[in-house]
């Protein structure tokens, strides 16, 4: 992808968008693709926040049944099966099994009808889609990670899974193909206003220093839990916390809902990239929003009721190869738990005329993205309809996509990269893959650090050997180099639970 502050610098466009996480990487790629002159500028990396610490899934969110969110239920599930089609490299089907122990707070009978309602409110889905009964010794059979004392039955129910922050870079990747400007690491530092109404914004180049004008007819502010911020401390959202825990593998592939003993919540366990993902916590979060931290206390929450229910493994801190926490955005809610507030999605437009997002999630941000782009060519007189509904992802290749995947599977591991590293490089890439395949053919050694990249936690030697490629191949001095590495070493301490505990 291009980089080029110029192409911003003092010009005019018909929307500037601030925030280039899910919702501003789907609003840049829909207004784009209806004909507007669009920028997006990130202050971070894209996705760089909420959008890449999500739990990676793309679903329907069937625990927001109890909260008797149908609305949401059906809109999210509406929008996996679409996604399923259109971006079958992205985004993947993906089981669950939902055990049920004598002291469950969710039974069969409850699961019975939560489960039935989940598939009606999918719609017409193929059978191998519906939600199936286990008696407990067969549940067992197909998770034995699982202690068997207590287990009356099972259930398992299907959903999706992706990469989120993939997610996001293939569309801001789409975005600038079809002329929209795309800028990280661009920070938005104060509005431009004529007689009060928003006109443009002055943006700082975070790697240069380098400051320009930029006019916009609409401003629309996508940034997650910075919203508050661009909107003078407006009291539009309420933050919550979650963490993640990447562990070793124990599952193959499918995945588990579970509820814990203490609190009642919710949570996963779930094979990612050849490790397992544990989490999510949710707590009310008023701290600092540039520099989340993960406390002992949450770390040791998703241990405990994980570890309360395996029994071919206990997993302790000395386990966790990483772990990551980021902030859910809420409409503003009293006396209710995070867990309980709904995750729909409201657009907020200020004194200003600033256009704000506010809640969502990561399955529903391409239906609410398209809300937000039809009052952008509302206000602009613009008649175009929403062009993203149906519209096959900018990186999925041509043709049947299993029989793209077989082929290319195979020319992957022709090349010496392993079959679990290809297949989650196809995951990654798409079509976009025989570009590394390339790389791999002028350098063969490459295939060997596949799965360093994908599947193994980074040693230092390896960062410096990692930084010397990359100066070579973007023609880095050795200050540069060294900061870079610094940088990275850093975001690879944040991860490190000796550093936030």
């Known amino acids: 992808m291009q980089r080029d502050f110029s192409q911003i610098k003092d010009q005019h466009f018909d929307v500037l968008i601030c925030g280039g ?45 109890e909260s008797l969110d149908f609305k949401l239920v059906h809109k999210t599930l509406a929008e996996r099966q679409m996604l399923l089609k259109t971006a079958p490299h992205r985004v993947w089907p993906l089981r669950f099994g939902v055990p049920v122990y ?40 197909r998770f034995p990670c699982l202690d068997s004392t207590g ?16 997610f996001v870079l293939e569309l801001i990747d789409g975005a600038q193909a079809i002329g929209t400007v795309c800028l990280n690491y661009c920070k938005v530092t104060n509005f431009i206003e004529n007689n009060g109404q928003l006109c443009g914004a002055e943006i700082k180049d975070q790697v240069t220093g380098e400051t320009a004008k930029v006019y916009a007819a609409q401003l629309v502010n996508t940034t997650g839990q910075w919203s508050a911020g661009l909107q003078n401390k407006h009291p539009s959202a309420r933050l919550s916390k979650g963490i993640h825990l990447i562990l070793p593998k124990i599952l193959e592939t499918e995945a588990l809902l579970l509820t814990a003993k203490t609190d009642g919540r ?11 993902l544990l989490g999510t916590t949710d707590r009310d979060y008023d701290g600092d929003i540039d520099h989340l931290t993960i406390e ?34 809420l409409k503003p809610s009293v006396n209710i738990s995070p867990s309980r507030i709904s995750r729909d999605w409201e657009l907020i437009t200020s004194q200003n005329g600033l256009l704000s997002s506010i809640g969502g999630k990561l399955t529903s941000a391409r239906e609410d993205a398209a809300s937000i782009v039809d009052t952008l060519c ?25 029989q793209w995947a077989d082929t290319t599977l195979k020319k992957a591991v022709a090349l010496g990269i392993d079959t679990e590293s290809a297949h989650w490089l196809l995951r990654r890439h798409g079509n976009r893959v025989s570009g590394v395949f390339e790389l791999i053919k002028q350098d063969t050694e490459l295939a060997e650090r596949i799965p360093l990249l994908i599947l193994s936690k980074m040693t230092r030697a390896e960062l410096q050997r990692l930084a010397g490629i990359a100066a070579k191949t973007l023609d880095w001095d050795d200050e540069k180099m060294n900061k870079e590495r610094e940088l990275c070493s850093g975001a690879i301490k944040s991860a490190d639970l000796s550093t936030s505990n």
Request: glycine share 10%; net charge neutral; aromatic share 14%.
């Open 151 to 166: 287990l009356k039955a099972g259930y398992t129910y299907f959903d999706a899974q992706t990469d989120d922050a993939r």
């Open 21 to 65: 996480g899910i919702y501003g990487a789907w609003t840049a790629y829909d207004a784009g693709l209806r004909g507007l002159k669009v920028a997006v500028v990130d202050q971070g990396d894209w996705a760089c926040a909420t959008s890449s610490a999500s739990s990676k899934l793309i679903h329907g969110g069937l625990r927001y049944l």
């Open 102 to 141: 004598k002291d469950s707070r969710l039974g069969s009978f409850r699961l019975n009808i939560g489960l039935s309602l989940y598939d009606f409110l999918a719609g017409s889905v193929p059978k191998d889609q519906h939600y199936r009964r286990y008696t407990g010794t067969d549940f067992v059979e």
């Open 296 to 329: 002992a206390e949450e770390v040791n929450y998703l241990l405990s009721e994980a570890n309360r229910i395996l029994k071919t493994v206990k997993w302790t801190e000395q386990d966790i190869i990483g772990c990551y926490a980021g902030l859910r955005v």
């Open 266 to 276: 919710v949570f996963f366990i779930i094979p990612w990239y050849g490790l397992t």
């Open 378 to 402: 509302k206000n602009l007189g613009v008649n175009e309809s929403c062009k993203t509904c149906g519209k096959s992802f900018p990186w999925l290749p041509a043709g049947d996509y299993q």
